[in-house]
């Protein structure tokens, strides 16, 4: 028997390390207000907005990238913030090229509990880079990803290649 390594995943199976319901903690603005950018694996912090990796990644190198105004509607935020988080994807995107080189990427925003958002309260959008092949059969009849890097190696891995690429 082979086994699936994912020791990362234990904090969000126990839940010890998430506020309790009755605290309104939000992750991206607890993460922003600390300077341990390696602990929260921040990437990268721009003027409105930061990328970080996904604690609970769908692939390896899954980021999200977050606005410092907390708010959960695209309508609350400015101009300078919307374009920041698109300039933001695009330096993501080549960070990860050069750090993984992806056959793809998903970029997307969950608005709203209902849409999919596991944290409804602040905005953030996703870039989750994609190869041919990673959706093997594990998902399909196991219900279980299979994660080839842990997150200290992918969060050196992207950190390097940001300061390769021409974004960031």
């Given at each position: 028997?082979?086994?699936?390594?994912?020791?990362?995943?234990?904090?969000?199976?126990?839940?010890?390390?998430?506020?309790?319901?009755?605290?309104?903690?939000?992750?991206?603005?607890?993460?922003?207000?600390?300077?341990?950018?390696?602990?929260?694996?921040?990437?990268?912090?721009?003027?409105?907005?930061?990328?970080?990796?996904?604690?609970?990644?769908y692939n390896n190198g899954h980021l999200m990238i977050a606005p410092y105004q907390h708010t959960c509607?695209?309508?609350?935020?400015?101009?300078?913030?919307?374009?920041?988080?698109?300039?933001?994807?695009?330096?993501?995107?080549?960070?990860?090229?050069?750090?993984?080189?992806?056959?793809?990427?998903?970029?997307?925003?969950?608005?709203?509990?209902?849409?999919?958002?596991?944290?409804?309260?602040h905005m953030h959008q996703h870039i989750v880079p994609r190869w041919g092949g990673d959706s093997n059969f594990m998902h399909v009849i196991g219900d279980t990803k299979v994660m080839p890097d842990?997150?200290?190696?992918?969060?050196?891995?992207?950190?390097?290649?940001?300061?390769?690429?021409?974004?960031?």
């Amino acid at each position: 028997m082979e086994r699936l390594w994912a020791p990362w995943r234990m904090a969000y199976i126990d839940k010890s390390d998430l506020p309790k319901k009755d605290e309104h903690r939000c992750i991206f603005c607890d993460k922003a207000a600390d300077d341990d950018d390696q602990r929260n694996l921040i990437l990268y912090r721009g003027r409105t907005a930061f990328v970080l990796l996904n604690l609970y990644p769908y692939n390896n190198g899954h980021l999200m990238i977050a606005p410092y105004q907390h708010t959960c509607k695209l309508t609350e935020l400015s101009d300078e913030t919307m374009l920041e988080i698109m300039q933001l994807t695009r330096d993501a995107q080549l960070a990860l090229k050069g750090a993984f080189a992806p056959d793809g990427y998903n970029v997307g925003i969950n608005l709203g509990a209902i849409a999919g958002a596991g944290i409804a309260d602040h905005m953030h959008q996703h870039i989750v880079p994609r190869w041919g092949g990673d959706s093997n059969f594990m998902h399909v009849i196991g219900d279980t990803k299979v994660m080839p890097d842990s997150l200290e190696n992918s969060y050196r891995k992207i950190k390097e290649a940001w300061g390769r690429s021409d974004g960031g």
